[in-house]
């Protein structure tokens, strides 16, 4: 009832925010084009005369606010094409609109030839939501890397789980479970775990594969971020921000079909239009459905279908006031794709192997039966409204809702070696006898235990309001640009986990039925014996207050300087156990500074980021003194430089960062801890994106992470962190369109992702355990036109056998084709 009740309220407060007083100013819109009809992007638009104007977005619409009533000229400029002006009469409370038509021009730029939005067409020079202002990369003085809609159709990709791979430093570690509350795909980014909770800035959950049919662009942004983001939603290794698509004024869009290997199959559609004659009211609808099987024993053992419906509307009754209500709708059904752990006593010499592709298990092979099935489900609504209150400071209101819900089975399964499979049986049998003498270690692997961890009504809620007050104004001569915001986020979870080991079976062995672990047998196994539950119930409060300043010293050089004050309000419940109610108060302080040698091209940066974390336990101390945490802390500090050269057709960041995590509790005794353990990880990164011919564009990025526990445990002291992924990883992509010609928008690309080796077991009692280094092949071919679009591509072009792991060893899809035909209108 109070979901429903926060429901209605969310939709009744966004829409009566509309002002009710008259205005003096008006607005002018538009849309710019090229001569073949595609979409100019990062294009200047102008009042001439007044000190107004706008860039095009990546549909190459413009809105100039805050235009006093008259009639003016509009110029709209870019390097490698003609200047173009109109006139225009503006009303008081009425939009013009004004689109262009621009012409290629050689005269400013020979070996520019600009096609479908920009030269660079991968590059996206500017932000909204890093920073929480607008602020180009050249100015922000922190690292982040976008990938945008373009290089996601020309690589013919559908998840933000694929568009990740675009992502210098960021690598996979586990796909979407679809489990309630924790179920969405894992990365390690800067050797931290981090997960995609952030939609538009604000929260944003989905626990299950996150389709990218209304993905505009994912931002990941690198390191601490609490001070703008808190630390709810983010890692110590940053976050992803996944940026939607808009409605605009005009009507159009497309549907796709596709089709390929393992049963893939896939309908989508993205419909826009305006809805009143004024076209102050547009509607636009996002949705895809999609169905695969798992590439292990194809069409009996695994599945995943995904429907995805994502509407929104936007109304701007006038030029300063915008509200936009969206949602996003995902459901899913799937059998899990297959987990591999070792048990925390197992030990790589009791193994006889400690590397994935050593494992005598078959690669292609599924240990499981049909009928082991989750359901899950996502339910995101927001609403944004946006109100300009003068011409230098703008007011912005967020209200979101997440909920995510799923019920049904989740197998996995442990590696049990034949020594841990012999004590295990002794100390059943004699649980005070011990290891016997002379018991005889035997190396190698004959079993597998298969277990299910079960959710039943489970559900995590979300629910957060923040508020925005963005400046531009200067004050003493200087330009300051300042964001103050408040925010409230409530997290509220009902997790229940159920289940246990199911049974044990061989393996290496030629013709063994392992559809035995299946629905029916996990029913049974519960009629005969209850299992065990693990709920999670628990309610947590965040009330935040934050600012942040950028501030021009010169033209050349700009500081920022920000700060968020967090008041923590735990209500307790069960993480398994009791969980008493405790408050706590932390400060996230951001500094950064930015040197311009060349404006506009060259950026030397520097930046000191903080994040924290609240452990919510107590201990006892080595006096066996109870103790209460205090919030665990992470600070960077990060230096490089960001090019943006050639009139755009280079842009690059390089940067060193060293992050340091303080107050890790670490154990002492079995009875004992203390919180002064660290960890210490840096690293540097390279981010590439370039047009150097005329149709040839490249995407690249380089990672190096090096990430070591320090001041703990003797098991772990001195080690890479088991969850910190590969130490190098790098990423790639090349491809051509022809500009021009009869064959103009005939392309093809090929790139692909390399990972070193793994180490995802990495102690003194459980050894080291690798998943080995891999290189994973992309490539695509596409025809686009104005009105269609055909392209296939294929995935894992080589059939390269490797893994991904949290801790655990997944096998990954071997080759696979897909073909699509999309319809423009």
């Not at 596709?258 to 199959?265: E, W």
């Not at 006593?345 to 092979?365: H, I, K, V």
């Not at 011990?434 to 235990?449: E, Q, T």
């Not at 445990?713 to 369109?737: F, K, M």
């Amino acid at each position: 009832m109070k979901t429903r009740l926060f429901h209605v309220l969310f939709f009744i407060l966004a829409l009566c925010a509309v002002p009710a007083w008259a205005q003096q100013t008006g607005s002018i819109a538009g849309r710019v084009t090229t001569t073949d009809g595609d979409a100019a992007e990062s294009v200047s638009v102008g009042v001439q005369g007044q000190p107004l104007g706008g860039i095009t977005d990546g549909e190459g619409r413009y809105y100039i606010n805050s235009v006093p009533a008259g009639t003016y000229t509009v110029v709209v400029s870019f390097v490698g094409l003609k200047p173009a002006q109109q006139q225009v009469t503006v009303e008081a409370g009425q939009r013009a609109k004004v689109d262009f038509r621009l012409a290629e021009s050689t005269a400013e730029l020979q070996e520019v030839i600009v096609q479908g939005a920009r030269t660079n067409k991968f590059n996206r020079s500017n932000s909204v939501d890093v920073a929480k202002m607008p602020l180009k990369n050249l100015e922000n003085p922190q690292v982040y890397a976008t990938v945008g809609k373009e290089l996601l159709t020309e690589q013919v990709v559908f998840s933000v789980e694929d568009a990740t791979r675009n992502v210098p430093g960021l690598q996979k570690m586990w796909d979407a479970t679809g489990r309630g509350g924790d179920g969405g795909a894992f990365y390690a980014s800067r050797g931290f775990v981090v997960s995609s909770q952030l939609r538009n800035g604000v929260a944003g959950n989905v626990t299950n594969t996150i389709d990218a049919v209304n993905l505009e662009k994912l931002e990941v942004i690198k390191g601490p971020s609490a001070t703008l983001y808190g630390s709810a939603l983010t890692s110590y290794g940053g976050l992803l921000n996944r940026v939607t698509k808009k409605p605009f004024e005009t009507f159009g869009g497309e549907v796709s079909v596709s089709g390929g290997s393992y049963g893939f199959h896939r309908v989508s559609a993205d419909v826009n239009t305006p809805l009143n004659a004024a076209k102050t009211l547009a509607f636009r609808l996002n949705t895809a459905y999609n169905y695969e099987d798992n590439f292990q024993n194809v069409g009996y053992a695994g599945y995943a279908k995904n429907l995805a419906i994502a509407p929104s509307l936007q109304f701007s009754p006038t030029d300063r006031l915008t509200i936009n209500l969206d949602a996003e709708i995902y459901r899913g059904s799937n059998i899990g794709k297959q987990l591999i752990y070792f048990n925390y006593r197992e030990n790589t010499q009791y193994l006889g192997f400690s590397r994935a592709d050593e494992a005598p298990l078959d690669y292609r092979q599924s240990y499981q039966g049909p009928g082991l099935t989750q359901d899950s489900r996502s339910t995101n609504l927001f609403a944004q409204v946006r109100y300009r209150i003068s011409p230098s400071f703008t007011s912005t209101t967020y209200l979101t809702s997440s909920r995510s819900y799923s019920q049904g089975k989740g197998p996995y399964f442990y590696l049990i070696s034949n020594t841990r499979y012999a004590l295990d049986s002794l100390e059943a049998a004699n649980p005070q006898a011990g290891i016997p003498p002379g018991f005889a270690r035997r190396p190698g692997v004959h079993h597998l235990d298969r277990a299910d961890q079960s959710t039943q009504n489970s559900h995590s809620d979300t629910y957060e309001v923040q508020q925005l007050f963005n400046g531009d104004f200067q004050l003493g001569g200087l330009r300051n640009r300042v964001v103050l915001g408040l925010d409230f986020l409530r997290i509220d979870s009902g997790l229940d986990f159920f289940g246990g080991t199911i049974d044990m079976v061989p393996v290496g062995v030629a013709g063994y039925d392992y559809r035995t672990f299946n629905g029916a047998a996990v029913d049974a196994a519960y009629a005969a014996a209850a299992p065990p539950h693990y709920p999670v119930t628990t309610k947590v409060n965040t009330y935040s207050a934050f600012a942040s300043d950028v501030l021009n010293l010169t033209d050349q050089l700009s500081v920022l300087a920000a700060v968020r004050v967090d008041r923590y309000d735990n209500n307790g419940g069960l993480v398994y156990f009791p969980v008493e109610s405790y408050k706590q108060t932390a400060v996230s302080p951001k500094f950064g500074l930015v040197y311009q040698p060349v404006k506009d091209r060259v950026a030397l940066f520097a930046n000191y980021q903080n994040s924290f974390r609240n452990l919510n336990t107590t201990y006892q101390d080595a006096g066996n003194q109870p103790r209460i945490t205090t919030p665990e802390r992470a600070n960077q500090v990060e230096a490089g430089v960001k090019l943006d050269a050639a009139g755009g057709r280079v842009s690059a960041t390089v940067s060193y960062y060293d992050i340091r995590v303080q107050n890790i509790l670490r154990t002492l005794t079995a009875t004992t801890s203390a919180q002064d353990g660290s960890q210490w990880s840096r690293g540097a990164e390279l981010n590439l994106t370039a047009n150097p011919l005329p149709g040839l564009n490249l995407v690249g990025g380089f990672a190096y992470n090096y990430s070591l526990v320090v001041d703990t445990n003797e098991d772990l002291n001195g080690r890479r962190p088991a969850t910190a992924s590969s130490p190098y990883l790098a990423n790639a992509w090349v491809s051509y369109r022809q500009p021009e010609g009869r064959l103009k928008g005939l392309g093809a690309g090929i790139g692909g992702n390399y990972a070193s080796d793994n180490k995802i077991l990495n102690s003194v009692s459980q050894g080291v355990f690798t998943l080995p280094a891999y290189t994973v092949l992309t490539a695509s071919i596409f025809y686009d036109q104005s009105k269609f679009r055909v392209s296939a591509k294929v995935d894992n072009l080589t059939d390269q056998k490797y893994w991904l792991g949290y801790t655990t060893l997944t096998p990954q899809k071997l080759r696979s084709i897909v073909g699509s035909v999309a319809y423009k209108f």
